[in-house]
């Protein structure tokens, strides 16, 4: 039900990971219209925001939400179940779904079911945190059924729209907006000293010997430069996971090394560490559209191939690509203002106007007469028989959308041994991945 002029906007952000957590809550910040049936401006209506983390690998801890620095009204963790029953006996105006596909696609199904009854339901929002360089077709689809799939720029919501028209589905869902993270003052000049940030990735490459590479690269460019400061920023401590998971992270790498005095390990807030950056490097790191959104000098590495695989091939034409060796000899990037302009970097000065449209889409569905017709996703039992139900199972839900026996209880908050077994399956888990399965994979390359 559309909230009125007085009344804050009632959202909820659902998101499985900590990168997804801020892209949803910062989204839903951007998206917000003005007035009920106003298109909007670019400072949004007040909201009242209550997260909700759902349970899993990934889900991040307190240190990665204070790193985030997006704030909620309320937060708290769920599981798909326990989050269809707070959306069964809560009334929002929009919620956002900022998840892997797989759990974009349980939640529409979940929801639809559990909405069926309901006169008003929220407005449904969905979209990608960064850039989409794989699984384009699987992704969307997945997201298919909300009533906004956003696309971060102008070649994403082409891309989108064509995927979808290629199935015969409605592509009317599919909204430009901008990444919601971008923003921060405008390089105007070298800092003393001279500081070059290279941005990890937790998967990105993924074996040891291209991260070894990587790292013994930003180290030497540090030997070689002793007057600049040489900064590697990570994304997560051992032990905590982001969207993706990180085998080898570049802490315990860097424990074998001789490390010179201008190189340090680095963590906080990327806007912060990008306020003092000069030269910003990285594989294939959203963190390069948010440098070059600030027009800082930005470099996306060739040194390990451009490849599907890394990533690094969706800035082919940006004018950003070169090597370790080129930027030792003193190469800097200049982007190419038409790659850029196609991206949603906004760097002309057009971000504040980004997110008109969604809010204006937004406003239109709050006001619309009779409420908002049910949630309709391309996959069904009908057009995915062999896929659909797999994926609503790995949420504990049948194919229609129902919670399966023996599902997650909702009707209590966890008592303290069920919230000890919790951490203790958890832990044991990201030991697993990062510990046990890379020497099991490493036995079966002898």
């Known amino acids: 039900m559309p909230a009125s002029a007085t009344k804050p906007l009632r959202v909820a952000v659902l998101a499985d990971s900590d990168t997804r957590w801020k892209w949803g809550a910062l ?19 007040d909201i009242r925001l209550d997260g909700y983390l759902l349970r899993g690998r990934a ?33 929002y105006d929009i919620l956002v779904l900022a998840l892997v596909g797989g759990g974009v696609q349980a939640m529409l199904h979940g929801l639809k079911r559990v909405w069926e009854d309901r006169p008003q339901r929220p407005v449904v929002v969905t979209g990608y945190v960064g850039v989409v360089y794989e699984k384009l077709a699987d992704g969307l689809l997945l997201r298919h059924g909300a009533d906004l ?11 989108f729209r064509a995927v979808y028209e290629g199935v015969g589905a409605d592509a009317s869902s599919v909204t430009e907006v901008a990444l919601p993270f971008l ?6 000049g070298e800092h003393d000293p001279y500081t070059v940030v290279f941005a ?20 030497e460019h540090a030997r070689r430069h002793p007057e600049r400061e040489v900064l590697l920023k990570l994304r997560s401590k051992p032990g905590e996971h982001t969207t993706h998971i990180e085998e080898l992270p570049y802490q315990k790498l860097s424990q074998r090394l001789d490390l010179p005095a201008n190189f340090r390990l680095v963590y906080g807030h990327m806007g912060e560490v990008l306020d003092r950056t000069d030269l910003l490097v990285t594989v294939s790191s959203t963190a390069a559209l948010e440098s070059l959104h600030r027009r800082i000098p930005t470099v996306v590495l060739t040194d390990l191939g451009i490849r599907e695989s890394l990533g ?39 971000y504040g106007t980004a997110f008109d449209a969604a809010r204006a889409r937004i406003a239109k569905l709050l006001d619309r007469p009779g409420g908002l017709p049910p949630l309709t996703p391309y996959y069904t039992p009908v057009t995915a028989p ?25 009707d209590k ?20 991945v990062q510990r046990v399965a890379p020497v099991i994979r490493r036995m079966g390359e002898l």
Request: proline share 9%; hydrophobic share 35%; charged share 25%.
């Open 27 to 45: 989204t839903a910040n951007r998206i917000a219209p003005s007035e009920p049936g106003d298109p909007g401006t670019a400072a949004g209506q």
């Open 59 to 91: 889900t991040p801890t307190a240190r990665q939400l204070g790193e985030v620095g997006v704030r909620a009204d309320s937060l708290r963790e769920v599981t798909a179940v326990e989050f269809l029953r707070a959306m069964r006996e809560e009334s």
């Open 149 to 159: 799939v956003l696309a971060n720029s102008r070649q994403d919501a082409d891309r």
């Open 183 to 188: 923003g921060g003052a405008s390089y105007e």
């Open 200 to 219: 990890a990735q937790p998967s990105v490459p993924e074996s040891r010997k291209d991260r070894t590479y990587l790292l013994n690269r930003l180290v």
């Open 312 to 350: 690094n091939h969706h800035f082919l034409g940006s004018g950003c690509l070169a090597s370790w060796d080129q930027l030792d000899d003193g190469h800097r990037p200049v982007p190419d203002a038409e790659w850029v302009a196609r991206q949603g970097v906004a760097s002309d000065g057009s």
């Open 386 to 410: 062999g896929y659909l139900p797999g994926i609503l199972a790995r949420h504990h839900l049948g194919p229609d959308g129902t919670p399966l026996p023996g599902a997650p209880a909702a």
């Open 413 to 432: 908050e966890p008592g303290p041994v069920r919230q000890i077994v919790r951490r203790a399956a958890r832990g044991a888990y990201r030991h697993g």
